[in-house]
């Protein structure tokens, strides 16, 4: 079938030039080996970061600080493939010339002739990268050219700065942010090593003044220290052992996934929707942990979305920078809701399609982002839910209804080959010859129920909730905030590093970013 052929021309793509290849290496079943350079890697943890904040701590001003983290974020970028660092470094100078034009330009039409080829630039260079593969793959599975797909390694974090740069352009020519008239201060901005490759989308104007202008707080960075901690607790111990329960129960792979049961998809499904909220939030954890420790104050990147009491309430607390991003940057531009319903429709059609596509140049993400936009759609137009959060019973029910959305959602995300995506959802419902249960999905439950119980809690505000009453005792004479800021972060880097130790199986999902 011809979408077989495109998941087979586009895994040829992928492999096709050499940091392709030393990707791939880090994608396969093993997942990624302690030499990547990844914020949950042993290398990263003890020698990376603390070189980097060692050599930090004796700087004397802001700019020696600054220079610092500068070429300590170029080298950690190099990791995922030294040419394509240029890029990086390309891209940022097309938006600083493109931001200081915009600045010094009063003409209407010339400014937003300006606008147009700076952000068509960077675009062009997402897309190349990023799409080209799919495009072309697409038009050859329809028409049969071209016999030859062009040979473009995806660079790692490329929608990530992409995004960012675009932001600060957009905001110079709104006059929201003045332009940054240092092109280094503007490439540290993009290439900061504490969310370049996996976020959050952090905005030019919420760490403009940090950059030149930060302070160092001990309060801050025992906060981030801790935080720090956390994260790499979430990604280290649980997403990497939820990772290795999905992989066994919903596997990758047609020879496995003929073998499963529906149960065996369903509970992968879960274990699934797990790895993906703990790795992705544990990543904006770490980002923002590191970022306290030295001064900068990223804003909130996940708020707890598996307790939405509605589908457009889960998207409000996931990913909230890419989010935000969407509808500053798009929905609102376009119309926003402040135009006829129609028009709303389409609007939020685009923003949802983006949404899909952004995620991974393959059909699974653009259904998984229409998949989306169906509910929303139900929920604004339908239903007509609003913001005003119920309580009791409807609010249990309006949850556990979200959750199944949201569920099923991840079965689509997580395969990119659409014959197996057809088979793992015909599994799901028909058993497809292996019945609806079977010993091995009693087994993982039985032998996992305490470890998916953890990860359940940590997926809700349980946890800083009970931390909050733990804080609470010190008035009673108990410091607990000390033994908070210094025996748990310690307790959890130790766990991490035993969990790390000897272990290759650690997933990086920011691949297709």
């Not at 992705?280 to 900068?296: K, V, W």
């Not at 389409?346 to 169906?374: D, I, K, P, Q, R």
Request: charged share 15%; with cysteine; proline share 3%.
């Amino acid at each position: 079938m011809w979408y077989t052929e495109l998941y087979e021309t586009k895994k040829r793509h992928r492999r096709a030039t050499g940091l392709s290849k030393y990707r791939d290496k880090c994608r396969n079943e093993r997942g990624t080996t302690q030499k990547d350079m990844v914020f949950s890697s042993l290398l990263f943890v003890f020698f990376f970061l603390v070189v980097c904040y060692g050599v930090y701590a004796f700087a004397k001003t802001n700019r020696q600080r600054n220079v610092i983290l500068l070429i300590f974020s170029l080298i950690f970028y190099a990791f995922g493939g030294p040419p394509l660092l240029l890029l990086l470094c390309g891209v940022t100078f097309v938006c600083y010339i493109g931001a200081l034009l915009l600045a010094g330009q009063h003409d209407k039409g010339v400014k937003k002739s300006l606008l147009a080829v700076t952000v068509g630039a960077c675009l062009a260079v997402l897309v190349i990268f990023k799409y080209t593969g799919f495009f072309l793959s697409n038009f050859k599975a329809v028409f049969g050219i071209p016999e030859v797909i062009p040979q473009i390694a995806l660079p790692l974090g490329i929608s990530f700065y992409t995004f960012q740069l675009l932001s600060y352009v957009v905001d110079v020519y709104r006059g929201e942010v003045e332009p940054q008239r240092n092109y280094f201060l503007l490439l540290l901005y993009a290439a900061l090593f504490h969310q370049c490759i996996a976020g959050p989308i952090v905005r030019y104007a919420d760490i403009n003044h940090e950059i030149n202008h930060r302070t160092f707080s001990w309060q801050d960075a025992s906060v981030g220290v801790t935080r720090f901690a956390v994260g790499l607790a979430k990604k280290a111990i649980l997403a990497n052992g939820c990772a290795t329960l999905a992989d066994k129960l919903l596997p990758t792979n047609a020879e496995a996934l003929a073998g499963v049961s529906a149960g065996s998809v369903a509970l992968g499904a879960f274990c699934y929707a797990l790895q993906i909220y703990l790795d992705f939030s544990a990543y904006s954890d770490m980002a923002i942990g590191m970022g306290l420790m030295i001064g900068f104050h990223y804003k909130e990147n996940f708020n707890y979305p598996y307790v939405a009491t509605s589908v457009t309430d889960f998207w409000r607390r996931w990913h909230i920078s890419l989010s935000s991003f969407f509808r500053d940057y798009v929905y609102i531009p376009l119309g926003g809701n402040r135009c006829s319903v129609p028009r709303q429709i389409f609007n939020l059609a685009v923003v949802w399609f983006l949404t899909g596509l952004w995620h991974g140049a393959s059909w699974n993400f653009v259904f998984w982002g229409l998949y989306y936009l169906l509910f929303l759609l139900l929920e604004k137009f339908v239903f007509r839910i609003g913001r005003q959060t119920p309580t009791g019973g409807k609010a249990a029910v309006r949850r556990l209804l979200v959750g199944i959305v949201v569920w099923f959602g991840w079965i689509l995300f997580r395969y990119e080959d659409l014959s197996l995506l057809g088979t793992a959802i015909g599994t799901l419902f028909t058993g497809g010859g292996n019945g609806f249960w079977d010993l091995s999905v009693t087994t993982a439950l039985v032998n996992n129920c305490f470890f998916l119980a953890v990860c359940i809690l940590a997926c809700t505000p349980v946890v800083p909730y009970l931390a909050k009453k733990l804080r609470s005792l010190g008035e009673t004479g108990i410091n607990t905030d000390r033994i908070c800021s210094t025996v748990c972060p310690a307790l959890l880097l130790l766990l991490s590093v035993f969990s790390l130790v000897g272990n290759n199986y650690n997933p990086f999902l920011y691949f297709n970013f």
